[in-house]
């Protein structure tokens, strides 16, 4: 467990600490269980995360590249094998990830699905 970050008035005596909210709500319920351990916390909250990318796919995506070729190669797919598991043509889909064609909502979605990511995760 963390330390309590302790605020002290001008001659230095402690005024006020400033404890963890999941502390807090410990104490405040009156609860005879004992607050979560930083590990504990650290656990639940890596075990809630979905999926974690590696920094690779973010400075891609931070540097402008196309969200779905990033996405794509990261799934080891070619566009030959990502066209044919959302029924387009791979030209269709170069030209998407090339900027030269939009792409339907619809066809958007069955990409996103593919990949497994977020609809929004693809949009640049």
């Not at 269980?33 to 995506?61: Q, R």
């Amino acid at each position: 467990m963390t330390e309590p970050q302790i605020i002290r008035d001008s001659k230095g005596n402690p005024m006020f600490a400033v404890i963890p909210w999941r502390v807090y709500h410990h104490l405040r319920m009156g609860s005879a269980v004992e607050p979560p351990t930083d590990e504990n916390l650290y656990n639940e909250v890596k075990s809630s995360i979905d999926e974690a990318f590696p920094i690779e796919v973010a400075d891609s995506l931070l540097a402008g590249d196309c969200p779905l070729k990033v996405y794509r190669k990261f799934r080891g797919m070619t566009q030959q094998e990502l066209a044919k598991s959302v029924r387009v043509h791979s030209v269709y889909l170069s030209q998407i990830e090339t900027g030269r064609r939009s792409v339907a909502a619809k066809t958007l979605a069955a990409i996103a699905r593919v990949l497994n990511v977020a609809v929004e995760d693809l949009r640049y």
